[in-house]
């Protein structure tokens, strides 16, 4: 399996912003994921490695961003205007077969079942 690694979360007022990271140990397409308190694991972004082809949730288009850095084999998500709906602990996911998708892909990158690698997750806080 790929190993994923995240970082940058926090505890920061509404309106802040964050910068998470997802260092992978391979070459992969990278998903991020978020599960609230009580609430089940909901996609949040992902980012196609190839052609660079973005998807994201209704509830954070518009203020966060997805990027990559492909020789540190880093994907980032940059998110803006935070508000105390973001908290959440967020993770990021990767299929280890390198499997991905091209044209419209919102299913597939939001499936779990896409995904066979997960990092530990980081809290995301955001206070009103």
């Known amino acids: 399996q790929v190993q994923l690694a995240e970082s940058g979360g926090g505890l920061v007022q509404a309106g802040s912003s964050l910068r998470l990271s997802c260092a992978a140990s391979g070459v992969v397409d990278v998903g991020w994921f978020r599960q609230a308190p009580g609430k089940e694991r909901a996609f949040v972004a992902a980012?196609?490695?190839?052609?660079?082809?973005?998807e994201y949730a209704d509830s954070v288009k518009g203020r966060f961003t997805i990027s990559r850095d492909n020789p540190r084999n880093t994907v980032y998500l940059q998110m803006n205007n935070l508000k105390p709906e973001d908290t959440a602990i967020y993770y990021c996911a990767a299929d280890s077969q390198g499997g991905t998708c091209s044209g419209s892909c919102m299913h597939y990158y939001a499936s779990l079942k896409t995904y066979d690698s997960w990092g530990q997750g980081t809290q995301v806080t955001v206070s009103s």
């Open positions: 980012m196609n490695r190839v052609d660079g082809n973005t």
